[in-house]
């Protein structure tokens, strides 16, 4: 886990995503239809070597086991709440191998479908990822800005995960502790500054522990998947409609795998790909970030008064100088905290997840240029969900536990993240070492990874759509054509742009196709690229 790979943007940040238009209409890097899939109609790459040898996702009985039965059964009382929403809470086992160590409680919301009769089509559940976003939110965010259509046929439900928001949350430090742990230098140079680093995640481990120790060990995806059968039963849906984004393809995908003969209509947007390590995901992540870099360089150097210079190299130039400033001379920002280089990074890269925040990066850079650090402060904040009181969300508490437990630790200590620093380096000369040394997270994670890279095939299951955007900063598009050629029954769907994820963001040709699948079940032709 890095405490920059965390593949979702806030709730705040995804609201914005929803205004996004079209973006230019460049060649995808990889043709999307140059390689079936493993499936009829699976339209990503085939499975690399590391691919091909990972183990498969096993699907779980479809019988409910008896000492589950009583989860099942049991009802949601709802009531009103949150702006015309209905919400209930529900029971889970902590632990399903021993359902008898004790329950947990989830939280989640929906809102009635607005059509009647023959359009209604049951429940979609909907997850913006993280991990660590809360589906609560989003779905009372998606009921009121998702294409129309999809809200008459649907109840839109958001389910936290375990460990997120209204669900029984992971907890670790101190807003005053977060804030501190924020900003620790994520580019050491020298032992002391690796010290530092280490401490700080050597603290973060144990608040988590100390707060939410017997939590931690059962926050794992598959952990979350199980839970979304017992919410579709409850619901009263034989199969299970979900739209997940980002982390929430994983989600969604774990799912498919372990309940094939569940899924109903399923969109897996911004995809991620199960068969990678957790090294292979950050320095991946990391060339994601560049190349949505990149982009937004081109596009701030083409106009006027642009804060990085006339042209793209000499936009790498001016942030890296900026970078190495804030280093050791952090700028003002209007309030106590100060702009140091890890919150600059964090800033910039916030802004990456959709062209629509490029403005505001260029007031910020432009702001940072003469003295103030307070623009790129606040997107290092919105992405940390720090709300101007200074109260964070349990975002990235969740983010790292779920994130320790699903894979082991991309490195184990500094000498391994030294010795790795070249791969993320070629990946991202802007924000490789960053990544790789915020890695080291989930090092000292106090709780043993459970979960291993692996495949999902999810043999059975009805026709799943899968969609990737060829610029995307965060899931990069190789990761949705993987995903989309390990599931039998996987479509690719591509949209050649920037931002993250595609869905709801302003693309008729990604909404149209997606809609008709949603409502339909029909699969767009193999090979559809959106412009």
Not at 13 to 36: D, E, M, N, R, Y
Not at 280 to 292: H, I, K, M, P, V
């Amino acid at each position: 886990m890095s405490r920059l790979r965390r593949v979702a943007t806030s709730v705040l940040v995804i609201a914005g995503l929803a205004l996004s238009g079209c973006t230019s209409a460049s060649t995808p890097s990889k043709s999307p239809g140059s390689a079936a899939g493993s499936g009829a109609s699976g339209t990503g790459t085939p499975p690399s070597g590391d691919a091909a040898r990972a183990p498969v996702l096993q699907p779980l009985p479809t019988a409910v086991p008896a000492d589950l039965q009583s989860y099942y059964q049991q009802r949601l009382s709802w009531s009103s709440c949150d702006s015309g929403f209905q919400c209930a809470t529900m029971k889970v086992p902590l632990d399903y191998a021993d359902p008898a160590a004790g329950d947990i409680t989830l939280g989640l919301a929906r809102s009635p479908a607005a059509g009647h009769g023959a359009k209604r089509l049951g429940s979609l559940l909907i997850n913006p990822g993280g991990p660590g976003g809360s589906a609560v939110q989003y779905a009372e965010y998606a009921a009121q800005t998702y294409p129309a259509a999809v809200r008459d046929a649907y109840d839109f439900v958001g389910l936290d995960p375990r460990g997120v928001g209204r669900s029984t949350p992971v907890t670790c430090l101190s807003n005053q502790q977060m804030d501190a742990f924020t900003a620790v230098d994520t580019t050491p140079a020298g032992t002391e500054q690796i010290n530092a680093l280490v401490a700080a995640d050597k603290s973060f481990a144990q608040g988590c522990e100390k707060m939410s120790g017997k939590l931690l060990g059962h926050v794992s995806t598959i952990d979350a998947a199980r839970d979304m059968d017992v919410a579709r039963a409850l619901l009263g849906d034989d199969k299970l409609n979900y739209l997940g984004k980002s982390y929430g393809t994983f989600l969604g995908a774990t799912y498919a795998g372990l309940f094939p003969s569940h899924v109903g209509h399923m969109v897996l947007d911004g995809a991620m790909d199960p068969s990678l390590t957790a090294l292979q995901l950050d320095s991946q992540q990391a060339g994601g970030f560049e190349t949505a870099f990149n982009a937004f360089a081109r596009d701030c150097v083409s106009r006027s008064g642009c804060p990085l210079g006339r042209t793209a190299s000499e936009a790498d130039s001016r942030l890296n100088a900026l970078f190495t400033s804030l280093n050791t001379k952090p700028l003002a920002t209007g309030q106590p905290r100060k702009l140091d280089e890890a919150l600059g990074m964090t800033g910039v890269i916030a802004a990456m997840y959709d062209q629509e925040q490029w403005p505001q990066l260029r007031a910020a850079l432009s702001q940072a240029e003469n003295g103030n650090g307070a623009g790129l402060l606040a997107l290092s904040d919105q992405y940390y969900e720090r709300d101007p009181s200074g109260q964070y969300s349990n975002l990235m508490y969740a983010n790292a536990a779920v994130d320790c437990l699903d894979l082991p630790s991309a490195a184990t200590d500094p000498q391994q993240v030294e010795q790795q620093l070249p791969t993320y380096e070629s990946a991202s000369p802007q924000f490789g070492a960053s990544l790789a040394w915020s890695g080291l997270t989930c090092a000292y994670w106090p709780v043993k990874a459970t979960g291993t890279p692996h495949t999902i095939p999810a043999k059975g299951a009805a026709p799943i759509l899968v969609v990737g955007t060829t610029r995307d900063p965060a899931t990069p598009y190789a990761w949705a054509q993987a995903l989309a050629a390990q599931l039998d029954s996987g479509t690719l769907l591509t949209y050649n742009g920037d931002g993250h994820t595609a869905y709801a963001r302003g693309s008729s040709c990604v909404d149209s196709a997606v809609n008709t699948y949603l409502l339909t079940g029909r699969t767009p032709a193999k090979g559809t690229v959106c412009q």
